[in-house]
């Protein structure tokens, strides 16, 4: 009726998630709301999505839980508000590289080049976790020390419902079952807006 557009895919993961379902609803003016749905068939450590930003970004602001690093379950002393940092300051460079730099309880974030320009993310209904790094997750993977961590020319961006809290090794695949998402059904959902640069002058 708007003249826009939605896509409906459905995504199998048989070892994991089961069925994955996400629509992507798209306007004329650019906009795009992502609808995700998913039933584990196993109990989860992350429940999100994952993607690619370009490099040319510089900075983040967001509404959340910050300034600093912060996790489920370890963001009480993380205050609630609006925050602006550079985005190679978003991250937190462990001895032994892991995942780092998680925001929870965000509202909204935008990513803009020194223009302005870039994107903005904001939740629909729940809020949401994210981090961004200049490094991909298979580098976070593979690496030993942090050194060997490579500066990547375009940026991994993590948009997350549920993420395990800082008593979980994603990498190491801890044992503590404390804070993994239960077996049932999730939805959650965002708004996906390019900034022009003309809105933050």
Not at 19 to 48: F, W
Request: with cysteine; hydrophobic share 35%.
């Amino acid at each position: 009726a708007n003249g826009g557009i939605a896509l409906h895919c459905t995504y199998r993961y048989p070892h994991m998630a089961g069925k994955v379902q996400v629509t992507y609803a798209i306007d004329p003016c650019g906009s795009m709301e992502v609808h995700y749905r998913v039933k584990p068939r196993r109990k989860m450590i992350r429940l999100g999505m994952t993607m690619g930003l370009h490099g040319g970004l510089t900075t983040a602001s967001y509404f959340g839980r910050g300034p600093h690093e912060n996790m489920s379950d370890r963001n009480q002393g993380a205050l609630m508000g609006i925050f602006r940092q550079e985005i190679q300051a978003l991250r937190h460079d462990y001895v032994k590289p892991q995942f780092n730099g998680n925001r929870t309880d965000t509202r909204w974030v935008e990513v803009s080049d020194c223009d302005g320009a870039g994107l903005r993310f904001e939740a629909l209904d729940t809020s949401f976790e994210w981090s961004l790094w200049d490094y991909n997750m298979q580098d976070l993977s593979q690496a030993r020390h942090i050194n060997e961590l490579p500066a990547r020319d375009a940026y991994t961006f993590n948009l997350d419902l549920f993420e395990a809290g800082a008593h979980f090794d994603f990498l190491s695949g801890g044992q503590d079952r404390q804070w993994l998402a239960k077996n049932k059904s999730y939805e959650f959902g965002f708004r996906l807006q390019p900034l022009s640069g003309d809105e933050h002058p």
